[in-house]
């Protein structure tokens, strides 16, 4: 059976580079989002507005190893008022799916020409980005005021961090980490906009929240199997309830339909600071430079593993929340989702 995927970009500037930049960057999105292998594609054609003409989209297609579909590539005549510097393609794909299973594509406020087409979106809300950015402390809020369902995803990698701990494996070992997992059952309560985390049946809401834990959870949380489990339960999670969830990989990978995606981001500094501000207030001496390098240890660690790396979601609106008080913050995500 064949289907066919649509998708839509908008691009910068007339040139040969940003045409085919952006150009690989739409087939990407399709090929991910639909997991599609290059071998699927039996056809492509893209269209171009007529301010695009430095370049034929379509080159990309080799670079990227599609080299048996067939392919046309053409201008579109001038429509008053539509888009400008816009390209926009349609996949034609090999497939046991149906057409209302395809994921289609629209990047860079490029628009939906076929609305009738397009899946409705999850209604859910995705709100990644570094440690200490505020995700937690906002997306409770935002859960709170939506009356949504709060899911925190960096609690489960926690808890197999803990899990770890606690048993003596080492985190660090992919191996000794994948043939514990079957043993490891991680559940979620949520009640009052709050989430509580069970591991094995144990309340360990509090207990995953030290230097230790995290440590664990982020060398845990690179390991395939892991996300593998974790990720299918997050799935589960925003299909079965209305959820504002934070993490590392929402927008790009959790829930790739999110009605709306949030990177939040701060300096390395700005989240020090406000987590020395933490200890403080519970009275937990601290060295401000240990600090500050442990968040740019995970930084590094979280932005360059090879699966699901933290990213921003192409579709994401990002906020520096740096100099930001939290209902700024608030204020700002809940404007996004009303708007
Ligand atoms: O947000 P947190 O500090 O509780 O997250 C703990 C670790 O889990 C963090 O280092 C990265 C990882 N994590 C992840 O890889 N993917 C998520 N969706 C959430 C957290």
Redesign the pocket.
């Known amino acids: 059976m064949s289907c066919c995927i649509r998708g839509a970009i908008t691009i910068e500037e007339n040139t040969k580079e940003c045409i085919w930049q952006n150009t690989e960057l739409m087939l990407d999105e399709i090929i991910k989002r639909n997991s599609l292998s290059v071998e699927d594609i039996i056809s492509v054609v893209f269209t171009a507005t007529r301010d695009i003409d430095a370049a034929y989209p379509a080159v990309v297609l080799r670079k990227m190893g599609i080299t048996e579909a067939s392919l046309i590539c053409m201008q579109e005549m001038y429509v008053k008022g539509s888009l400008e510097m816009c390209i926009r393609v349609m996949v034609t794909i090999n497939t046991d799916k149906s057409q209302k299973d395809m994921e289609h594509v629209y990047l860079k406020g490029a628009v939906v020409l076929r609305p009738d087409l397009v899946k409705k979106k999850s209604e859910a809300v995705a709100i ?1 980005g570094p ?2 950015s505020g ?2 402390t906002v997306a409770k809020l935002i859960a709170k005021e939506l009356d949504y369902i709060y899911a ?7 808890a197999v ?1 803990l899990y770890c701990i606690n048993n003596n494996i080492n985190y660090a070992d992919n191996k000794a980490v994948e043939s514990v997992l079957d043993n490891i059952d991680i559940s979620l309560v949520h009640s009052d906009g709050m989430q509580r985390i069970f591991l094995n049946g144990k309340d360990v809401t509090e207990e ?2 030290t230097p230790a ?3 664990g ?6 390991i395939g199997s892991v ?1 593998a489990m ?2 299918a339960l ?1 799935k589960k999670l925003a299909h079965e309830n209305k959820v504002v ?6 927008g790009t ?2 829930i790739p339909d999110a009605r709306v995606k949030i990177y939040l981001d701060a300096s390395v500094d700005v989240r020090a600071k406000r987590r020395c501000h933490e200890l403080d207030e519970k009275g937990i001496a601290y060295n401000y430079d240990a600090i500050a390098a442990d968040i740019s240890k ?1 930084d590094e ?2 932005k360059n ?1 090879e699966i ?3 990213r921003i979601a192409e579709d994401a609106h990002v906020i520096d929340t740096s100099y930001m008080t939290i209902d700024e913050v608030k204020n700002t995500i809940l404007n996004i989702i009303r708007g």
């Open positions: 990644d440690a200490g995700k937690s925190d995803t960096g609690a489960m990698y926690r961090g995953i929240r834990v995290a440590d959870a982020s060398k845990v949380a690179a996300r974790l990720v997050q969830m934070d993490g590392r990989d929402i990978n959790v995970r660690y979280d593993r699901n790396p933290l």
